[in-house]
């Protein structure tokens, strides 16, 4: 394990195992099943570990006083490896200096997470939110059991008992016990306490939650010893790299690999079962034996014949088609009802192009089958533990337990390390079975956009209802897209009933004050490889909303700020976040030569408002955004510092969906191949961000990706309120712009 | 197809002798050769800075730079920068909390470095000017900035 580290230095590496079995031939058990409530540990487990003590499958402490905690969630950024088993150690009352998080091994059944139906799988800025009061139960249990043996040891009354970080104290007597000291003696019962709700801390009590600590790994990250798959080193490893069809499942035709393999340091060629693969003594030998592949792809796939403008064609077509009866995501009163007795209706459209993930570390693996072909060592950086544990086996037809999980870093993740198929993992594995031995399996940034997975193209189209004094009585949001969690996660995708959660998140409405509402889908599988991108579909979905609430707005006649308040009479948090954005804003001062723009969403229950402020430069439609201010309440904030990093990140990827990355798709296949065609922000295309971070007492709902919907209608509105020019599509290209601008001026003559 | 060579130059203040096909990037010979894992690879085309180094002092790609054009040179890597992250662009990258998924961030700091030496004490406009070849996917531009401003105040 590499990425296990202390609390204080981030340098130190401990085996897992020493926690997990303590020592050969001993075993211990937790139960599986959620909730995941611990069978803790049995009194024998104390005299095989002579130093450590397994307190359950969460926790173990040792006699020097040292507390490691597990860690079910992975790091690519997002700050969970601290976080979660920080909300562990605030109920285990632990003194945080002496806390040594230790990433958990693959196991959903002990550390999934309850919100993904008990999948490890870290995604959909879910960890806090889905782990909270789990973590903090078996904190407290763990805190218990050390009171009970505090108890004991002295032979007083558990409730003269209280904690002070890493200590039990009995003040009537004055005596006090390290955790250290009472791990060197403590009986562990066969079954977890029973916590009940009185018995954890108040938030007042908090002395961990909410206060700022250094992310255990960050000190690893400034020096260059921060460990992703791509830096893992083997002895006798070699290097693969893999070619695979422009369109999904297309199939090998021809293959001449004979260039390939008169590459000096070219070890092998492997045809796979969905392309080629090369093994050679360097990276750079691998890919250029890649690159020397000569393969005739078969028309058999259906993703052939593919472009962005027949997807917008047919989705749009799609979304109009009435008759068409789409998948219902959120359903509230009768909305078709409610329309047809509208005393008028308003239409909007809205486009979201393909866009693609960018994680900065290219993907990559390394796999090392063994000789008999019947075990495999894995290192990969996932945002599923299990989905790469179980992509591994199958791809090998070997049981899990035969697959050995070394999780690392991720440079980066964004939703494209979370598939099903972990298909970067399975090509390590192949080609390592290929030659039986360790492989590190490398794609080009090139390979990394033409395999690309990417975030559907959308068209939205929107219906409201109003009344006569305007109020909105009727929403009907119709979502036409490439299917999403049918591809990327087949087995999600079975039991949702053709809900696509990924495509449709965003389109419920739980705070706007709007009875009669309903959202559908209607899908195409266009045979384009899709995915889950950063903010998922509540990025176009919001898009879509936004905007249209603000031309409704302008058709009432009403301040777009106004107008959501007026929507969120039954949100107080809602209407917390957007009075206190326009007043960081300023909202009501007009800007010469600039506009101002609003956006609320509510993301999972996370309650956000933002203004841009905006210029547009008329003679290219080149638009550039000034200032970008932010509201956000997560609930408890668990930690602050991260949670407004999290949005800074997130605005800077809602940034570049709005106004420069997509992917051309021509006869299916992607033209992009590197960032100087595919164009994702920079420093010089920052605007000043204001973000106020708004921390209420109530459960967190997570800060990773929230921000990122918020910024593209902010900006479309904001260049309407200048121009009257509205922007219907993202990203917002200048060559679209000037169109709208175009469009504006011929109707105002 | 091509005949390997043998180049030696300085990295990190010390000497080696690499055999390598002469067009292989200084960045491939880094990082498997001699395990110098720090300096990363995202684009292999110049335009994210992920593999920032110092080649005679000043930033530079390591993607671009074959092997064969390197005999004699001088390379500093970020394991190179200090020996114990107490460089004042590490200690500030610290302070700001920096990174995020921290993939792009070796190449930041040493880009960083190379503007502090030509400048020390730089203006926010001529930061975003200098840092903007290097990308971070994170979006960490704003903490970046802050942290070269603390590294140039407190250096």
């Known amino acids: 394990m590499t990425i296990n580290a202390q609390a204080k230095d981030g340098q130190i590496v401990m085996s897992r195992r020493r926690f997990m079995v303590g020592a050969a031939g001993f075993t211990f058990g937790v139960t599986v099943g959620l909730p995941a409530v611990l069978k803790l540990a049995s009194g024998e487990a104390l005299a095989a570990t002579s130093k450590d003590v397994v307190v359950n499958a969460w926790v173990t402490l040792s006699t020097d006083g040292t507390i490691a905690i597990m860690s079910p969630a992975v ?95 009995h003040e009537k007597s004055g005596r006090r016990l390290t955790y250290g000291e009472i791990a060197a003696f403590a009986q562990i019962p066969s079954k977890a306490p029973e916590i009940t709700p009185d018995m954890l801390k108040k938030t007042s009590e908090f002395r961990l939650i909410g206060k700022d600590v250094m992310r255990v790994e960050l000190p690893t990250k400034v020096n260059g010893t921060a460990q992703y798959s791509i830096d893992v080193q083997l002895p006798g490893m ?21 260039a390939a393999r008169a590459i000096e340091g070219v070890i092998e060629v492997v045809r796979l079962p969905y392309g080629v693969g090369v093994l050679a003594e360097t990276p750079w030998t691998a890919f250029k034996a890649k690159n020397a592949l000569k393969v005739t792809w078969a028309r058999n796939a259906r993703g052939w014949g593919h472009s962005n403008e027949k997807g917008f064609r047919t989705f749009t077509v799609a979304a109009h088609d009435l008759s068409r009866k789409g998948v219902a995501w959120e359903q509230k009163g009768d909305a078709l009802g409610a329309m047809g007795k509208a005393k008028t209706v308003i239409e909007g459209e809205y486009r979201s192009d393909y866009a693609y993930h960018a994680q900065m570390e290219p993907l990559n693996s390394v796999a090392s089958v063994s000789a008999a072909g019947d075990s495999v060592e894995i290192w990969c950086g996932t945002q599923s533990q299990t989905m790469a544990v179980t992509a591994a086996a199958k791809a090998l037809g070997i049981k899990p337990e035969r697959v050995t999980f070394h999780g690392m870093l991720l440079g980066g993740g964004f939703g494209r390390r979370g598939h099903r198929d972990e298909e970067f993992v399975v090509d390590s594995v192949l080609l390592s079975k290929a030659v039986r031995k360790p492989v ?135 209407r917390h976040v957007v009075e206190e954005v326009a007043k960081m804003a300023d909202w009501g001062r007009k800007r010469e030569g600039r506009g101002l723009g609003f956006a609320y969403i509510d993301y999972s229950g996370t309650q956000l408002a933002a203004v841009a402020e905006v210029s547009v430069e008329r003679a290219t439609g080149q638009i550039r955004v000034h200032n970008f201010w932010t509201t956000i309440d997560p609930g408890i904030a668990v930690q602050p510092d991260n949670v407004i990093a999290q949005t800074e990140g997130s605005i800077v990827t809602g940034l570049g969906l709005a106004l420069t990355e997509h992917i051309t798709i021509e006869d299916g296949a992607v033209k992009e191949s590197n960032f100087y065609d595919y164009q994702v922000p920079r420093m010089s295309d920052m605007p000043e961000i204001h973000i106020k971070l708004i921390p209420t007492d109530n459960h967190p709902t997570g800060a990773g990706q929230m921000a990122t919907p918020l910024v593209a209608p902010a900006i479309a509105n904001a260049v309407f309120q200048l121009t009257g020019a509205r922007v219907r599509q993202t990203p917002m290209l200048p060559g679209q712009v000037k169109l709208a601008l175009l469009e504006e001026e011929t109707k105002a003559a | 197809m091509s005949q390997t060579i043998t180049t030696t130059l300085t990295i990190n203040g010390k000497r080696h002798s690499v055999t390598a096909d002469p067009d292989t990037p200084l960045l491939w010979v880094l990082r498997e050769q001699l395990k110098l894992t720090g300096t990363r690879y995202g684009c292999g085309v110049g335009q994210c800075g992920a593999c920032t180094v110092h080649i005679d002092g000043k930033p530079n790609y390591a993607c671009l730079n074959p092997i064969k054009d390197l005999e004699g040179r001088s390379v500093t890597t970020i394991e190179g920068l200090s ?62 900035a802050r942290a070269i401003e603390r590294a140039a105040k407190e250096a």
């Open chain 1, 75 to 169: 790091e690519m950024g997002q700050g969970s490896l601290t976080s979660l088993p920080l909300i562990l150690a605030e109920e285990l009352d632990a003194d945080w200096a002496r806390v040594r998080i230790v990433p958990s091994p693959a196991s959903d059944a002990i550390y999934g997470n309850p919100l993904f139906g008990g999948l490890q799988y870290t995604a959909g800025s879910a960890a806090v939110t889905g782990y909270y009061k789990n973590l903090r139960m078996f904190g407290a249990q763990v805190r218990y059991v050390l009171l009970e043996n505090a108890a004991r040891h002295w032979g007083v009354p558990f409730g003269e008992l209280a904690t002070i970080p890493s200590v039990v104290l």
């Open chain 1, 238 to 258: 070699i290097y693969g790299a893999i070619l695979r069809p422009p369109v999904e499942g297309a199939a090998i035709e021809k293959l001449d690999d004979s």
């Open chain 2, 83 to 144: 020996p114990d992250s107490s460089h004042p662009l590490q200690k500030a990258w610290l302070a700001e909390s920096v990174p995020q998924c921290g993939y792009c961030q070796s190449g930041q700091i040493m880009r960083a470095a190379g503007l502090l030496k030509d400048n020390p004490n730089p203006s926010r406009q001529e930061i975003v000017e200098y840092m903007s070849p290097n990308i971070c996917r994170c979006g960490t531009y704003i903490r970046i």
């Open chain 1, 440 to 574: 590190k399996l490398l794609w080009t940034r090139e390979d990394d956009v033409r395999n690309g997975r990417f975030r559907p193209l959308y068209v939205n189209y929107m219906r409201a209802g109003l009344d006569d004094a305007g109020h909105i009585v009727a929403w009907h949001h119709r979502v036409a897209c490439d299917t999403v969690l049918a591809f990327q996660d087949p087995v999600r995708y079975s039991t949702s009933k053709g809900k696509d959660n990924i495509a449709m998140r965003g389109t419920e409405l739980p705070t706007y004050n709007i009875p009669d509402r309903l959202s559908e889908a209607v899908q195409v599988d266009t045979g384009m490889r899709t995915s889950s991108l950063r903010a998922i579909g509540v990025g176009p979905n919001k898009f879509a909303i936004e905007s249209f609430l603000d031309e409704v707005a302008v058709k009432r006649g009403i301040d777009p700020v106004a107008f959501r308040l007026e929507l969120l009479k039954n949100s107080p948090r809602g």
